[in-house]
């Protein structure tokens, strides 16, 4: 089928920051009443995401992928001083997103594709009521502590060092640290914070759990075998924040789908199109009927 792209647009984040975005939209007389946002993983530009949203526009959905502030097309010059954080892209971006689409799109129902934070910051995403269903990849609750042995101590070691020392040494984190892109100083110690505490996004603010409390929306959520950034434990926990949702966790290994690996970033590679890509897909599917 078809796709139109429109990979010039620019939304404007709640607090005024314009976000580079991408259009994806299905051929002329298809049905295209159902938009599918997606969220990215923490450093990962919307273009790791092109493959699928095209996929999921030739099945007809209106597709849309964007940067947060700081990432990929929504970077400044320099990242040095830039004061995004993990909240921003979590309340100004995505609200921000979620406005636009409401606004700009003849679109009846919007569902939600969020990968590894992207997942998370849908239960902070004011009028997350408006989602009418979310597929979680690799979603996950990043205190270390539900990290198998020996991961945990490696994961502390990012989130009480690492993290923190880069920061301070430049300002933010340069993407050759080991992360997919540059990532916004705020950003990275917001993150590293979160991931520390045993309560995680929720220790100290109980408006935020009822955020997560307020999506009582189909859900299905992914996580894999070996996922080094998402052990199954680390979903769940996610999925138990999300307590009034209807949940449908999948957690699959590589052989179910004869793949050698899928990883943390794996099912948006093209190898997976008939296996993890058409399941998601028909559930979207069924949730836009």
């Known amino acids: 089928m078809d796709v139109r792209i429109d990979d010039g647009l620019r939304i404007r984040a709640l607090d005024g920051f314009e976000l580079a975005a991408t259009l994806y939209e299905p051929a002329a007389g298809t049905d295209r009443r159902t938009a599918v946002l997606i969220n990215s993983a923490t450093a990962v530009k919307r273009r790791y995401y092109d493959p699928f949203a095209r996929y999921l526009a030739g099945e007809g959905f209106t597709v849309l992928t964007y940067d947060y502030q700081g990432i990929g097309g929504s ?9 995004a954080r993990l909240r921003q892209w ?6 921000g ?22 997942g998370q ?15 979680g990849v690799a979603a996950q609750n990043g205190y270390w502590g539900h990290w198998p042995s020996p991961s945990r101590y490696r994961m502390a070691l990012r989130w009480y060092l690492a ?5 301070s040494l ?9 992360i997919k892109e540059d990532l916004p100083g ?21 408006e935020r759990r009822r955020g997560f409390e307020r999506f009582a929306k189909p859900f299905l959520a992914y996580s894999f075998a070996d996922d080094d950034y998402a052990p199954r434990a680390a979903v769940e926990s996610l999925l138990d924040a999300y307590r009034e949702a209807r949940v449908d966790h999948r957690h699959v290994t590589p052989r179910e789908v004869g793949a050698p690996a899928i990883g943390h970033f794996g099912f948006f590679r093209e190898r997976f199109r008939e296996t993890l890509w ?8 069924a949730q836009a009927a």
């Open 278 to 285: 058409r399941e998601s897909a028909a559930w979207l599917t």
């Open 75 to 83: 970077r400044p010059r320099s990242l040095v001083r830039f004061q």
């Open 163 to 167: 993290l923190p020392l880069a920061t």
């Open 97 to 118: 997103v979620l406005d636009w689409i409401a606004g700009s799109l003849d679109t009846s129902r919007l569902l939600v594709v969020g990968h590894s934070v992207g």
């Open 186 to 206: 705020g950003v990275a110690r917001e993150w590293a914070a979160w991931c520390r505490r045993p309560g995680f996004l929720f220790q100290g603010h109980d």
């Open 90 to 95: 979590a309340e100004e971006d995505q609200g």
């Open 170 to 178: 430049f300002g933010y984190v340069p993407g050759w640290l080991g």
């Open 121 to 135: 910051i849908v239960g902070l995403a004011p009028g997350n009521e408006r989602i009418a269903g979310l597929v």
